[in-house]
Each structure stands twice: as structure tokens, then as C-alpha cells.
């Protein structure tokens, strides 16, 4: 097993969070310093700043957050606003994906690692849906041209969905996450995001959760995610 899906799904960080700790030269396997991409075994020894990775035996935890603009999807504790921090649960929890510092809306937390990657994997095609303000008025060029794909990162996003709301608002509904995509494809286009808010991860919405706040998810909101993630 990859040494990142080894370590989500004990629940101690994400895959993401992984793969910054290994960069950091943190975690050992039998002793010797991980390397990206490592393959774990049964009998390994994984240590984390020298430590047992803790044993998860809690209950699974799923929140959303209606993240405001400033905090950071990190759980690195030495980052100023990071997401952990400002959520303050009492168990460990870590973050689904990303929102950048300065977007804001809803974003996922668990300490369930097991969910993670079928939630990610764009090939999964799930969907998330943002409000976007802009700096121009939205046309329907502007929105054929992000309906159809745009080259960011030396690759074309994936088509989608996008509706103009009003004159300088649209939303969008990804089936991808290239880092900061939204705000790369808005510039490929000549446009500059003002504002970004995430309102719907799969079945999950905002659902009136005021900015800042957080709440668990309900038993049938996770009842029909779990279906999807089948």
C-alpha cells in the first residue's frame, strides 16, 4: 500500500498532508527516511517525528465548515489560520480537498481517511459547485468558453457547467480540482475573480450554515454520499 493512502486511512492527516510531512523528511519506515511514493507493508514500522502514528478508535466524525476567507486547508500546525486550528473539534479531524486562502464557502472535515480518495479523483465525477464574482461583465462567450475547457497548467479543464446569475456573477459546477482552477481559468479568459464561494460538494450544501460556522453532517445527507461514493 502507498504510504499516503496508509497514513489516511488511519486517520492521523489526509493524502495531501501526507505528502508534506515526507517532503519535510518526517516519516520513517523501519527506520529510514520516507521517499514519495514509498510501498508500506503489514509489518513496517511507520513513524511520524519519531512516533507511532496514534491508533484511530474513535466514532467516524463528518462536518462542514463554511470556510471564511483567511483560513488555510492545512493541518500543518505552525501555518498561521490553519484549518484545524480555527475548527478547534476535539478529535482529530483533517481536511477533504482545499479551498485557497482566499476563497471561502463550504469545505469538508473527517477523520475518516477512507473516503478521501473516492471523494478526490476527478475521474470519480463528482461534483462541487461555486458562486464566482468577477471584475467584467460575464458574457456568453465567457461562459461558453469555460463551459467548453480552458488551458491551465499545460492542460484543458475538463467541460462543465456555468450559468451566468447576473451581470458580474456566474456559477460553475466542477467535476475536477487542478489547484486553483477557477481563478487560472478566469484569467486564461482575461477576467479576475473578485469573490469565490463553494455552496455544494455532492449532496452537501451551505444550507443556510452561517459564515465561520461548522456543523455535523446529518444521518441522511451521509446515507446518500456514501451511495454516491459506491
Known amino acids: 500500500m502507498r504510504i499516503n493512502k496508509y497514513i489516511s486511512e488511519t486517520g492521523f492527516c489526509s493524502r495531501r498532508e501526507t505528502n508534506r510531512l515526507i517532503a519535510a523528511g518526517r516519516i520513517t519506515i523501519n ?12 509489518q513496517d514500522i511507520v513513524l511520524i517525528d519519531g512516533e507511532a502514528i496514534p491508533v484511530n478508535r474513535s466514532e467516524p466524525v463528518y462536518l462542514a465548515l ?15 489560520g490553519n484549518i484545524i486550528r480555527y475548527v478547534n473539534y476535539p478529535s482529530r479531524v483533517f481536511a477533504i480537498g482545499r479551498l485557497d486562502k482566499a476563497s471561502e464557502g463550504l469545505i469538508l472535515l473527517t477523520n475518516d481517511g477512507s473516503i ?17 464574482t468577477v471584475d467584467k461583465p460575464v458574457t456568453n462567450e465567457f461562459t461558453q468558453a469555460m463551459s467548453r475547457g480552458v488551458e491551465i497548467l499545460n492542460v484543458f479543464t475538463k467541460p462543465c457547467k456555468v450559468d451566468r ?6 456559477r460553475i459546477i466542477l467535476t475536477q480540482g487542478l489547484n486553483l482552477q477557477i481563478r487560472r481559468m478566469c484569467k486564461a479568459l482575461g477576467y479576475r475573480v473578485l469573490k469565490l464561494e463553494r455552496i455544494r460538494i455532492m449532496n452537501i450544501t451551505l444550507d443556510h450554515l452561517e459564515r465561520g460556522q461548522w456543523r455535523h453532517l446529518e444521518r441522511e445527507e451521509l446515507e446518500l454520499l456514501f451511495a454516491k461514493l459506491q
Not at 527506520?31 to 503489514?42: H, I, L, T
Not at 483567511?70 to 501555518?79: D, L
Not at 478526490?120 to 458562486?131: A, C, D, Q
Open 116 to 132: 478521501v480518495n473516492q471523494m478526490m479523483r476527478s475521474e470519480y465525477g463528482h461534483e462541487k459547485e461555486y458562486v464566482v
Open 31 to 42: 527506520g529510514s527516511v520516507c521517499e514519495a511514493g514509498a510501498e508500506v507493508e503489514p
Open 165 to 170: 446569475t447576473s451581470e458580474y456573477e456566474f
Open 66 to 80: 463554511n470556510k471564511p476567507i483567511g483560513v488555510v486547508c492545512t493541518a500543518a500546525e505552525q501555518v498561521e
